[in-house]
């Protein structure tokens, strides 16, 4: 059984940081992209950041350039650097991870809380 654990969620005010983690437990092999997604209350959830296992990144606009994704392979993980938050970005942040056989699997979530 695959399990996909996040940790590094909080609450935080305006203008701070915050690094979240992900790892997968279980067996899983040659993960090929992962990624970090959040839902706000009463949104739809949407894409933060992806990574691909040659290290090419993808963000949303409003995370450019304040948002960093990173992987270690050797530890099925995945982390994003969140720096000078803003209130907007409060939410549950999910992380997402695909194998090359086109398994997916999600994370059960972690809350983010940023005051203004």
């Known amino acids: 059984q695959v399990q996909l654990v996040e940790s590094g969620g909080g609450l935080v005010q305006a203008g701070g940081s915050l690094r979240l983690s992900c790892s997968a437990s279980g067996i899983i092999f040659r993960i090929n992209t992962m990624g970090w997604y959040r839902q706000a209350p009463g949104k739809q959830r949407e894409l933060v950041a992806t990574?691909?296992?040659?290290?090419?990144?993808n963000y949303a606009d409003s995370v450019k350039g304040r948002f960093t994704i990173s992987r270690d392979n050797a530890k099925n993980a995945v982390y994003l650097q969140m720096n000078s938050l803003k209130p907007e970005d409060t939410g549950v942040y999910y992380c997402e991870m695909w194998t090359i056989f086109r398994e997916e699997y999600w994370g059960q979530g972690t809350q983010v809380t940023v005051s203004s």
């Open positions: 990574i691909a296992s040659g290290g090419n990144t």
